[in-house]
């Protein structure tokens, strides 16, 4: 069975074909940078050529970087235009698509489905957080297997600041920062979340997870077992894909 996932970030938005019997792409993955300003008319009309790519006449799922709440509502918009907050994304979405059947959920919450299901927390009980780092820092809480939804635990407050500013990707670009001095910076932010939720494991996720052997062996004084993401950044397209074939 296959169905379409996409994931919109805050530097691109891709999206592909999903087989959800794998738990993989189904083809490789289409993607175009996020427009600026990100609006939500800029954004669905990235997401349009991103399905039009494909010719794709079906169901779609779709992550957003921010709290959706009752699967259609934005309520919060950290890494894209604030004209998201309070819009209906799925019906927004839904009438650029030409009327498809939309889902629309947390971004870091798909990914963390995708891999619970066919990554790195496969089988996993207790508490289970994946960690995405990008453009921000999101997160997603397993208990038992079960999603808590958008926890947004990367804009913990951390020596002051909102920690995506201190430790995603993107700050270690923008500060020009070694992998050393960043995986300082991780470790203490996983060092602050260990301490407000006890996980048994930590899934690091977001495209850093394809050199996750550059920073994972210096972060030390975590007692959770911590581990790459196995699906890597395609981790959110499957599991937008996921979402959309439970709703349909």
Known sequence: MQIF??????SGIKGAPVDLDRGDLAEERFKVLTPHPATPDAVADGVKEVIG?????????????????GGSTIR???????????TDARALLSERLGGLPVTVLNDADAAGVAEMQFG????????????????GIGSALFLDGEL??????????????DAETRASTKAK???????????????????HVEMLFSPELFIIGGGVSRK??????????IKAEIVPAQLQNNAGIVGAAMRAARKA
């Open 148 to 161: 808590v939804p958008n926890t947004e635990l990367g804009h913990l407050e951390l020596h002051g600041h």
């Open 212 to 221: 996750s052997q550059k920073f994972l062996p210096l972060i030390e004084g």
């Open 5 to 10: 996932g996409v994931d919109i970030g805050g």
């Open 173 to 191: 670009d923008d500060h020009e920062l070694t992998w050393e001095h960043w995986a300082r910076r991780v470790t203490k932010y996983l060092a």
């Open 53 to 69: 790519h494909f010719g794709w006449a079906g169901p779609v799922g779709i992550t957003f970087p921010g709290v959706v709440t």
């Open 120 to 135: 790195a927390g496969q089988g996993r009980k207790g508490t289970v957080l994946l960690l995405t780092f990008g453009t």
């Open 76 to 86: 919060t918009a950290a890494n894209v235009d604030k004209g998201w907050i309070d």
